[in-house]
């Protein structure tokens, strides 16, 4: 297979988070490169946020490892441990199991663009600053286990 | 954890390849930044190519799926099917198990950088231009069997 044709591949922002939580990632446009060009064993999504758009609501992964590439543009990364500024060529690391909430928000004027990849096992995980958890098989709950009527996508 | 200090990780041109095969690629930089950030599920490098550097022999993977995202410089992409230029933004996927050698070379006149990540298990695999395999247990052999006198990085 040679290089990826982005174009191919569908592009969407659409999102199973429930409202209000919907809104922020509105401008987040994303394609399932590695869905779609067969792997298996890792998830890679590339991404252009809009202006104002966030990558995700503030999260973390249980059981799976995620490593992001800025690819154009810049974006402000956000973490537990404060604000860091991402522009092409930068890269971030968030191992499995810390807890340690992230996301992007494009607070530029123009779009920006970034690769995410992922790996391990769905064993679910959390949101940072608001009152929700993802489950492995894939629904959205309060913290107190609570279910949301929402399906992750 | 923040962005990922690139400098603060070693750099290394080292390879496991035995002679002839390790000239090809002396001018390839690279850091592993999976390792380095504490990632377990996905291994992560950040390569750097010199002018006319390989970033490997032309090698497949029988059970680990492979992502590569271009972050600066161009260089070109070979497989069985052909030849491809890859410039930065440019991303390429290959999934584990199809046979299908790749690499890339640096045939332009400034160093190229690229991320590429990998996922999955270690069952071993092959080199398409040469007469070797790589195992599971890191070692290199001839197609027939006979080992050669190198470790696998």
């Given at each position: 297979m040679p290089k990826v044709d982005l174009?191919?591949?569908e592009q969407t922002n659409r999102t199973g988070y429930?409202?209000?939580y919907d809104k922020d990632v509105?401008?987040?446009?994303?394609?399932?490169?590695?869905?779609?060009?067969?792997?298996?064993d890792i998830g890679v999504s590339h991404a252009v946020l809009e202006p104002g758009a966030w990558s995700s609501q503030?999260?973390?992964?249980?059981g799976e490892d995620e490593?992001?590439?800025?690819?154009?543009?810049?974006?402000?990364?956000?973490?537990?441990?404060?604000r860091t500024t991402l522009r092409a060529g930068d890269c971030a690391a968030w191992p499995k199991g810390t807890g340690n909430g992230?996301?992007?928000?494009?607070?530029s004027d123009a779009d920006c663009v970034f690769v995410v990849v992922g790996g391990g096992t769905n064993t679910g995980g959390g949101y940072s600053d608001i009152d929700m958890?993802?489950?492995p098989d894939g629904k959205y709950t309060h913290k107190d286990g609570t279910p949301y009527d929402a399906q992750r996508l």
């Open positions: 174009n191919s591949i429930p409202p209000p509105a401008g987040r446009w994303y394609r399932r490169v590695g869905q779609a060009t067969g792997l298996i503030r999260h973390w992964h249980d490593f992001l590439v800025m690819v154009a543009g810049e974006a402000v990364l956000v973490e537990d441990d404060g992230h996301h992007l928000i494009n607070e958890l993802f489950t």
